[in-house]
T-cell receptor, first 114, second 111 residues
Framework: NAGVMQNPRHLVRRRGQEARLRCSPM?????VYWYRQLPEEGLKFMVY????????ESGMPKERFSAEFPKEGPSILRIQQVVRGDSAAYFC????????????FGQGTRLTVV | DQQVKQNSPSLSVQEGRISILNCDYT??????FLWYKKYPAEGPTFLIS?????DKNEDGRFTVFLNKSAKHLSLHIVPSQPGDSAVYFC??????????FGTGTSLTVIP
């Protein structure tokens, strides 16, 4: 029973490029959450998705960021035209339902924008 | 707007002694609190939680205390072990599905 899988673990992008971060939830989990950790800060909520639906995207920047969780395949966090300030660790968590104690986190993707 | 705060960025404790990590919150609507532990290059892992109907929850060496009137919670680890060295985050979910995380406290347990 594999845990939450995120890939890539490390991603380097030049300013202006696109970044795609993938998250495969645990088997049987239909709820996915994305969090971002900026240097010296705690984790900040970005978006909550269920299969094919964005439930809460109140933490997503208004521009350049989008997320999806298709019927088949992993959840994708997409950042267009990356800037240096996007450099952070991005964590995905999944849960089988809206139950906080059962949200399991992946190992994260560290995005570096150069 | 930091609704969950951890004012101590780091803490060093001798092995075998008690570690006390503190967390304050501002939103009186929070009714559930969690502590997560995070090692470098790994995701946070759930450690222990407490509901607002309790003032204490214990799990082995870990105990969380909640003081609702002070909007304060603390995590006690006793006895502390070198393997406990990690960053500890407190978190609280809102009525939606967001967790508000503190900025973390880096615990170092000295052998």
């Amino acid at each position: 029973n594999a845990g939450v899988m995120q890939n890539p673990r490390h991603l380097v992008r030049r300013r202006g490029q696109e970044a795609r971060l993938r998250c495969s939830p645990m088997k049987g989990h239909s709820h996915v959450y994305w969090y971002r950790q900026l240097p010296e800060e705690g984790l900040k909520f970005m978006v909550y998705l269920q299969k094919e639906n964005i439930i809460d995207e109140s933490g997503m920047p208004k521009e350049r960021f989008s997320a999806e969780f298709p019927k088949e395949g992993p959840s994708i966090l997409r950042i267009q035209q990356v800037v240096r300030g996007d450099s952070a660790a991005y964590f995905c968590a999944s849960s089988p339902r809206t139950d906080y104690t059962e949200a399991f986190f992946g190992q994260g993707t560290r995005l570096t924008v150069v | 707007d930091q609704q969950v705060k951890q004012n101590s960025p780091s803490l060093s404790v001798q092995e075998g002694r008690i570690s006390i990590l503190n967390c304050d919150y501002t939103n009186s609507m929070f009714d559930y609190f969690l502590w997560y532990k995070k090692y470098p290059a790994e995701g946070p892992t759930f450690l222990i939680s407490i509901s607002s109907i309790k003032d204490k929850n214990e799990d082995g060496r870990f105990t969380v205390f909640l003081n609702k009137s002070a909007k304060h919670l603390s995590l006690h680890i006793v006895p502390s072990q070198p393997g406990d060295s990690a960053v500890y985050f407190c978190a609280a979910p809102n009525t939606g599905n967001q967790f508000y995380f503190g900025t973390g406290t880096s615990l170092t347990v000295i052998p």
